[in-house]
């Protein structure tokens, strides 16, 4: 089928991403064949008795690395198997902290794309002349260090599956959206369900109203301000992106005001 979207992980832990093809959301859409996950195993394509995916850094030092030739193998394989469904060239992504920051807007080209090979590393890291041959780009979740790429595969994963058409229902793709159009990259409103007062502490009156423009307002101010407040940063680019009504500066200059009393 073209169109279709297919991440090959090569992983030591193919069991990890039960978790996305298996529960939730991704896991719906995954039984729903709306996106194909294939995981390939270095350790399958070691050849000695111990089938043995690393080994000591060269200079010494603690750890252990990964060895070229088992990535290399299990890359290969995963590159004929998309050439074999009839899936354009991919990206051979790493995941690693030294990598370009992963974010939405990644996540919304990668959602119109075919997929990709990602590759977790494990041990205290790869030999670099498997990165420097196969690897075509790096991304990164931010400045912090997991004992493998997995987790953060999957988090790519779950971020790219989510955009695809027909995978959130009716209920959920206002969720979807708010990220760029009702929110223009501003962070979300507060949210409230039942009960109206937990423990002396009520709804927001307007929430209840059932004056959809008044709700509408509501909404837009708390992001603006929980914004400001949280990630000024988030302000700024959405200022620059033309993304801001006068209504809302006019809003947010009140803010600042207030703020300087
Ligand atoms: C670990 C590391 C530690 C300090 C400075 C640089 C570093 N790079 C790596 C690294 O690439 N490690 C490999 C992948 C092997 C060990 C586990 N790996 C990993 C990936 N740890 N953390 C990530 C990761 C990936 C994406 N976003 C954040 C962290």
């Known amino acids: 089928m073209s169109g279709a979207l297919r991440f090959d992980v090569v992983t030591l832990f193919g069991a990890m991403f039960d978790a996305v093809s298996e529960l939730g959301v991704t896991g719906r859409a995954h039984a729903q064949g709306r996106w194909a996950l294939h995981r390939w195993n270095p350790r399958d394509f070691t ?63 990668m959602a119109r794309g075919s997929g990709a090979i990602l590759v977790c590393g494990r041990y205290e890291g790869i030999d670099q002349r498997f990165i420097d041959r196969w690897v075509t780009q790096e991304l990164s979740l931010g400045d912090f260090v997991l004992s493998g790429g997995e987790i953060a595969a999957m988090a790519v994963m779950d971020a790219v599956v989510r955009l695809l058409p027909g995978v959130l229902n009716d209920d959920e793709s206002a969720v979807q959206d708010s990220f760029n159009e009702h929110l223009s990259g501003l ?75």
Not at 70 to 86: D, F, M, W, Y
Not at 217 to 230: C, D, G, P, Y
């Open 187 to 261: 962070l979300d409103c507060p949210h409230y369900t039942r009960p109206e007062v937990y423990e002396g502490e009520a709804v927001p009156e307007v929430l209840l109203s059932g004056h959809h423009a008044n709700i509408l307002r509501w909404r837009r101010r708390q992001s603006l301000a929980v914004t400001l407040r949280k990630r000024p940063d988030l302000i700024e680019a959405a200022r620059a992106r033309g993304w801001l009504s006068r209504d809302d500066e006019k809003f947010l200059s009140d803010l600042q005001r207030e703020d300087d009393r």
């Open 47 to 109: 050849v000695d008795v111990h089938r043995t995916v690393d080994d000591r850094p060269y200079g010494g030092g603690p750890g252990m690395v990964m060895r070229v030739e088992p990535l290399e193998k299990a890359v290969r394989a995963a590159l004929e198997g998309r050439a074999k469904a009839g899936l354009p060239e991919t990206e051979v992504i790493l995941l690693s902290p030294q990598g370009r920051r992963f974010d939405q807007s990644i996540a919304q080209s």
